[in-house]
């Protein structure tokens, strides 16, 4: 087993898939706020989109875990979670609002899950990892309150989407940049030893 600062060194060499993660989730935000009355197809596939690229990053990032060997599984099941999502979105873009709000439901929920328990696990080898577990209860609490309200309207539903993907996308692009500083501060403390 390789040691922690494997997986710090590993991390911190990566911190630009975490910022990719947060701008990727503003970019959704900025897109759904300018275009708030776009079809539920056009959501669906912009979610899909979405979905899929946020699934590919986690699984990146699960890889960076794996080569340090720490609990790579949070981002697996973040990853597949999220490029399932994707596809089967794009591949029903016809389903009913009540089937979408659903799998966006389960989606977050899950990879809520998943971003808690990486936290978890990221806070027994650095700092800051406060702001995964907040991206992770954002997701979580955004899955239950879009389950809770099935019924609501394209609309609501974008604004729901959007508001939850631009706070989810804020928190990651801190992290990103807690995680850069700490490579900074690694960079430092070596060249001077």
Excluded at 75 to 94: K, N, T
Excluded at 114 to 133: M, N, P, S
Excluded at 146 to 173: E, M, N, R, S
Aim: avoid cysteine.
């Amino acid at each position: 087993m390789q040691s922690t600062s494997d997986l710090i060194n590993g991390l911190l060499g990566n911190w630009w898939l975490i910022l990719a993660r947060g701008v990727a989730g503003i970019l959704f935000a900025v897109l759904a706020f300018i275009w708030p009355g776009i079809t539920l197809t056009a959501l669906v596939y912009l979610f899909g989109a979405y979905a899929i690229v946020d699934g590919v990053l986690a699984l990146w990032l699960g890889t960076v875990a794996s080569t340090a060997q720490r609990p790579w599984w949070p981002f697996l099941v973040a990853g597949i979670a999220g490029i399932g999502a994707g596809v089967l979105a794009f591949l029903s873009p016809e389903a009913t609002a009540l089937a979408i709000v659903y799998l966006i439901a389960a989606w977050a929920i899950v990879t809520g899950l998943a971003e808690i328990v990486a936290a978890v696990e990221l806070r027994k080898v650095i700092d800051g990892e406060w702001a995964l577990g907040l991206a992770g209860i954002l997701s979580v609490v955004f899955g239950i309150l879009v389950a809770a309200q099935p019924g609501a309207g394209a609309l609501a539903l974008i604004w729901i989407i959007a508001t939850y993907a631009l706070l989810f996308g804020i928190v990651l692009v801190v992290l990103a940049f807690r995680v850069r500083g700490l490579q900074t501060n690694n960079q430092q403390s070596q060249a001077t030893a």
